[in-house]
């Protein structure tokens, strides 16, 4: 019955909905539709009954990763949700877990405008926002103490901002962040940390092993209470990629998320219509652009690991086959940002719903059994 009730709301969504969101610019509906989602949740009972309509589950489709029990494999991915308004609805649409943020240790109004487009026919967006945040201390006061339904984690990153000069001042920022949320008794079930964000003011970086290697040093060395995850870069080269993955093996951590957004626009998925309209544009590419390459990098990074560095798959996820074919190449859990813009907030049901399906006609009885069967 849900199958079919999901796939409805899919329906309407992506033929009706969608056409009156898409009359307005994307960056006043998105502060529109997440702060609406931020007064749903406080509505009592408002998610229990989105739950009891929405939200799918099936025994094939639990997962455990870093001893967190994901009870649906497919997770909001950083930036749609980087106030932490969300985190108290999403699992009324059938969202499994969160990665809030990214969130910076100082606030920043954002990079000059335009800094997100749509790009209808590539299914993309294109963003320039570079970590517009309020800071953490707002946000962590915005989400409270109260216990989470799913496991929501936040992603931290770097303040963006002309005073921090160095690579030394960069990370001491981090920290700072990091000792922030451990302080604030807010219960986030994994941290984040985003060395991939592609927009920022000044050339620091830690795309350099070395630079990664001081990062990590000071994060790890707080002694974090949860588990750590890191957002790779999809913009490298696959050695520079697999240089990154040996420092972040030297560490606790405890998983990868591949990746972050597309830099390069020459991309086939990238509509040459749409290029000559936002071509001009700062920012780089979400959405089915970032499908092959981070395809290939889960595979890369899986097999250099030999399964061994769980891997969170996300770039182009819209489909059950998107999420399966994931799955196959090493991924454990999955995240998106895109497809809810472009398909709904029902999508990880719908995924749900259908992924079951796939994963018994190649007879594997659960995620766990699939991940990798394709990258050995
Ligand atoms: C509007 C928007 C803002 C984003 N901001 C962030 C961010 O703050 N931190 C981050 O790690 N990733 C950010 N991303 C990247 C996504 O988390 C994701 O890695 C990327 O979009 C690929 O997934 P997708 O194809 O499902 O969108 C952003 C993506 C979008 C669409």
Same mark, same amino acid.
């Given at each position: ?6 796939? &409805? ?6 033929? #009706?909905?969608?056409?009156? *969101?898409?009359? *307005? ?10 702060? $609406? ?8 009972? &408002? ?6 309509? #929405? ?11 870093? =001893? ?19 985190? +108290?609805?999403?699992?009324?649409? =059938? *969202? ?19 800094? #997100?487009?749509? /790009? ?5 967006? /294109?963003?320039?926002?570079?970590? @517009? ?30 005073? #921090? ?36 003011? @000044? %050339? ?6 070395? +630079? ?10 707080? +002694?974090?209470?949860?588990? /750590? ?16 993955? %040996?420092?972040?093996?030297? *560490? ?19 509509? +040459? ?17 970032? !499908?092959?390459?981070? %395809? ?16 969170? =798959?996300? =770039? $182009? ?10 799955? !196959? ?6 995240? &998106? ?40």
């Amino acid at each position: 019955m849900k199958y079919y009730v999901v796939h &409805m709301l899919g329906w309407i969504y992506r033929h #009706i909905a969608v056409h009156f *969101f898409f009359l *307005f610019d994307s960056e006043p509906i998105h502060e529109f539709i997440t702060e $609406g989602g931020y007064y749903l949740g406080k509505i009592p009972g &408002m998610r229990a009954l989105l739950r009891a309509m #929405i939200r799918v589950t099936h025994p094939a489709l639990r997962t455990e990763l870093a =001893g967190i029990v994901f009870d649906i494999p497919i997770g909001l991915s950083a930036g749609f949700d980087y106030e932490g308004r969300l985190p +108290r609805i999403l699992s009324g649409f =059938g *969202f499994g877990f969160e990665s809030m943020g990214t969130v910076t240790n100082g606030a920043y109004q954002g990079n000059p405008y335009p800094r #997100i487009k749509r /790009l209808v026919k590539s299914r993309s967006m /294109l963003i320039n926002k570079g970590f @517009k945040s309020s800071g953490v201390d707002s946000v962590l006061r915005r989400v409270g103490t109260k216990s989470f339904d799913i496991p929501i984690g936040i992603s931290l990153g770097k303040t963006n901002t002309v005073a #921090i000069d160095t690579h030394e001042q960069a990370v001491a920022d981090v920290v700072e962040a990091f000792k922030k949320v451990e302080a604030s008794g807010v219960p986030f079930a994994y941290f984040e940390l985003n060395i991939s964000c592609p927009n920022l003011i @000044k %050339d620091i970086s830690f795309y350099e092993p070395s +630079r990664l290697r001081q990062l990590l040093s000071a994060v790890c060395g707080l +002694r974090l209470s949860r588990p /750590l995850f890191i957002k790779m870069p999809i913009v490298l080269s696959n050695d520079e990629t697999l240089a990154l993955v %040996d420092v972040v093996r030297e *560490f606790p951590v405890a998983a990868v998320i591949i990746g972050n957004l597309l830099k390069d626009r020459t991309d086939p998925a990238l509509d +040459r219509k749409e290029m000559e309209e936002f071509g001009k544009y700062k920012g780089n590419w979400s959405g089915v652009p970032c !499908r092959r390459r981070s %395809d290939e990098l889960i595979r890369l990074v899986y097999q250099r690991t030999e399964g061994t560095l769980p891997i969170i =798959g996300v =770039g $182009g996820v819209f489909t059950a086959e998107d999420a399966y074919r994931k799955i !196959r190449l090493g991924a454990s859990l999955l995240e &998106m940002a895109t497809a809810p813009i472009f398909e709904g907030p029902q999508v990880p049901a719908e995924i749900c719903a259908d992924l079951p399906a796939l994963l018994e006609r190649d007879g594997f009885s659960s995620i766990k059994e699939a991940v990798g069967v394709d990258a050995r």
